[in-house]
Each structure stands twice: as structure tokens, then as C-alpha cells.
């Protein structure tokens, strides 16, 4: 994938943020979503990020890098297992997540710190790609 493609990538995944923000805190209206909407929403935001870390962790690794983080070494080299990497992290974000559908202002902050985290790790990928020519 080219630059202009990843750009096109990360503003899409900009404007997803974008787009579930207000759904995520409007808690006042009186039509506001179920917090079974906005666990899926969060968990919809959550999933791209983490496809988005998983495929610059792939292009790195294929361009000769290496993954830094040690628990996930071993299960970033096949696909199938980065796959289940991620199905495990959302199936584990979503019980947490559920779990605290109770507290909304701290399953926002717990979601707004996983979510961070993961963006975080694709843009750092994203970078180091870039600066050895991607």
C-alpha cells in the first residue's frame, strides 16, 4: 500500500473517531444509544485500531524489523495468530467493557485509554515505515 493509501487509511480512521464521538456522550438526550450501542461503537473504534497496529506491525516485520513487544513476538510472524491476537484483545475489552456499562464515565475513560494505546502503537509503526522508506 503507498503512502497516499495509508494518508486515506488514517483519515478515515480520524473521521470514525469523529463520527462515534458525540454518540459516545450524549447521555443527556432523552434518545440517547443503549450502552449496548456504545459498548459496539467503542468496540467498532477499538477494532480498527487494532487492524490498523497489526497491519504496520506486519509491514515492518516483512521490511526486516522486528516486534519490540515480547509477548506478542512469537504470534506476529503468522497471520492467523495476529488475527486471534486481535479477536482475544476485543473479546477481552469488550467483557471489561460490559462489565462496566454501570459506570459510564469510567468505561469511557478505560475505552479512551485502550483506544489511545492502540492508535498510538499504528502511528508509531506508521512512522518508523516512514522513515525508512516506506
Do not use: W
Not at 40 to 66: C, F, K, N, Q
Not at 86 to 99: H, S
Amino acid at each position: 500500500m503507498n503512502r497516499l493509501g495509508f494518508k486515506i487509511f488514517f483519515v478515515l480512521l480520524i473521521f470514525l473517531a469523529i463520527l462515534v464521538s458525540p454518540l459516545l456522550h450524549c447521555q443527556e438526550l432523552p434518545s440517547a444509544p443503549t450502552p449496548k450501542l456504545e459498548i459496539g461503537l467503542e468496540l467498532t473504534a477499538s477494532a480498527a485500531a487494532m487492524v490498523a497496529d497489526a497491519y504496520t506491525t506486519h509491514r515492518i516485520i516483512a521490511e526486516g524489523g522486528v516486534e519490540n513487544n515480547p509477548l506478542a513476538r512469537p504470534f506476529v510472524h503468522s497471520p492467523a495468530a495476529q488475527t486471534g491476537l486481535i479477536v482475544a484483545g476485543l473479546a477481552g475489552e469488550g467483557y471489561l467493557l460490559y462489565r462496566l456499562r454501570r459506570h459510564p464515565v469510567v468505561r469511557r475513560l478505560v475505552f479512551a485509554g485502550i483506544f489511545a494505546t492502540e492508535v498510538g502503537f499504528a502511528v508509531h509503526n506508521k512512522v518508523a515505515l516512514i522513515r525508512h522508506g516506506d
